[in-house]
T-cell receptor, first 115, second 114 residues
């Protein structure tokens, strides 16, 4: 199993450009999450999904959109990138089975710079 | 809303020293608690977790943590650190509910000097 993978690993955007980050998991997990990590602030939840076709807002959703058209994929979109969105983005997923259902598995991250 | 505090932002130790990293959370109900580690340039990995039962939990690489409900704390310990433990450590709490949302602390950077 590859676990949780993220594409791309690095990206540089100009202000106003758009892009989509892809998260994929091959563990049949129901729940998926997008976080951003900024120095001194830990990880903050952007959006999450509790199943295929569902999404919900997290702590810092503004400026982002998400879609979960397939169970294994969770896409994070930036419609008009701003320098404040320069960050490292992590995707995570958690399994449905009891005993480990509250444990999240993280991807390798995407480092995004907005100029 | 729940919050997680990690008061030590940067800890510097020599090899073989003992480690204790503080973590306090604010939530009065049932919680699940986690410590994650992020080695330089890598993604987060689970060190250990507390769901219920014995409040002293043991994780990978010799780490352990103690859940003290009365103090709302879940401190991470290791009796003897190694240079390879240099990393950033995050405490996280998950409260009840269907969303299973983790709330993270701001992290503690541990530097172990050889």
């Amino acid at each position: 199993n590859a676990g949780v993978t993220q594409t791309p690993k690095f990206r540089v955007l100009k202000t106003g450009q758009s892009m989509t980050l892809l998260c994929a998991q091959d563990m049949n997990h129901e729940y998926m999450y997008w976080y951003r990590q900024d120095p001194g602030m830990g990880l903050r939840l952007i959006h999450y999904s509790v199943g295929e076709g569902t999404t919900a807002k997290g702590e810092v959703p503004d400026g982002y959109n998400v879609s979960r058209l397939k169970k294994q994929n969770f896409l994070l979109g930036l419609e008009s990138a701003a320098p404040s969105q320069t960050s490292v983005y992590f995707c995570a997923s958690s399994p449905p089975w009891a005993g480990r259902k509250n444990e999240q598995f993280f991807g390798p991250g995407t480092r995004l710079t907005v100029l | 809303a729940q919050s997680v505090s990690q008061h030590n932002h940067h800890v510097i130790l020599s090899e073989a020293a003992s480690l204790e990293l503080g973590c306090n959370y604010s939530y009065g109900g049932t919680v699940n608690l986690f410590w994650y580690v992020q080695y330089p340039g890598q993604h987060l990995q689970l060190l250990l977790k507390y769901f219920s039962g014995d409040p002293l939990v043991k994780g990978i690489k010799g780490f352990e943590a103690e859940f003290i409900k009365s103090k709302f704390s879940f401190n991470l310990r290791k009796p003897s650190v190694q240079w390879s433990d240099t990393a950033e450590y995050f405490c996280a709490v998950l409260v009840g509910g269907s969303a299973r949302q983790l709330t993270f602390g701001s992290g503690t950077q541990l530097t172990v000097l050889p």
